[in-house]
T-cell receptor, first 116, second 114 residues
Framework: AQKVTQAQTEISVVEKEDVTLDCVYE???????LFWYKQPPSGELVFLIR??????QNEISGRYSWNFQKSTSSFNFTITASQVVDSAVYFC?????????????FGQGTTLQVKP | DTGVSQDPRHKITKRGQNVTFRCDPI?????LYWYRQTLGQGPEFLTY????????KSRLLSDRFSAERPKGSFSTLEIQRTEQGDSAMYLC????????????FGQGTRLTVV
């Protein structure tokens, strides 16, 4: 079975602090894809990043960075110098490549509150 | 194209009534998905279409739920004889065909059954 666990339910930081959101996944597929989505109060899920299981290179995009480690089945997300606009619910999701349906298995989400 | 759009944004209905939601995907996307999200939870997969064919349905999709995608364009999700447990946000997403393609989500329809 496939599963995504985001153990942190809520995180509160003060603006300009760095924050890391944890994601641990389970899958038996050898080919799979991992995603992070952001859900602001408006409700629309916004795509942030995708990684495939063969690409363990960490990625940095502006203030965002992602650390993918197959050895620990983790795909963590760090926001550097957080801003109030980063406040949202963040979801990690898994797509098992063997099914090739594009169906996503989501974690329960981490609510990030950035205080001014 | 302005993205995935869903209608209505909010729906309040009495228990036992039928409701229908509409989703218009990004026009060039072959795949369309419905998810349900309850408060404090991540979205849960309901069903998936590739063009007009419904290829997978979750066990969450009881007999009271039906989805269609005529002509492979927009999709509708109907819930018959609504129950209070159906209250949730219903999210639609679309994507291109291909392994690992990112899905683009609409803003959802929030259903409240009273």
């Amino acid at each position: 079975a496939q599963k995504v666990t985001q153990a942190q339910t809520e995180i509160s930081v003060v603006e300009k602090e760095d924050v890391t959101l944890d994601c641990v996944y389970e899958t038996r597929d050898t080919t799979y894809y991992l995603f992070w989505y952001k859900q602001p109060p408006s409700g629309e899920l916004v795509f942030l990043i995708r990684r495939n299981s063969f690409d363990e290179q960490n990625e940095i995009s502006g203030r965002y960075s992602w650390n993918f480690q197959k050895s620990t089945s983790s795909f963590n997300f760090t926001i550097t110098a957080s801003q109030v606009v980063d406040s949202a619910v963040y979801f990690c999701a898994l797509n098992g490549g063997s099914s090739n349906t594009g169906k996503l298995i989501f974690g329960q989400g981490t609510t990030l509150q950035v205080k001014p | 194209d302005t993205g995935v759009s869903q209608d209505p944004r909010h729906k309040i209905t009495k228990r036992g009534q039928n409701v229908t939601f509409r989703c218009d995907p990004i026009s060039e996307h072959n795949r369309l998905y419905w998810y349900r999200q309850t408060l404090g939870q991540g979205p849960e997969f309901l069903t998936y279409f590739q063009n007009e064919a419904q290829l997978e349905k979750s066990r969450l999709l009881s007999d009271r739920f039906s989805a269609e995608r005529p002509k492979g364009s927009f999709s509708t999700l109907e819930i018959q004889r609504t129950e209070q447990g159906d209250s949730a946000m219903y999210l639609c997403a679309s994507s291109s065909t291909g392994a690992g393609e990112e899905a683009f989500f609409g803003q959802g329809t929030r259903l409240t059954v009273v």
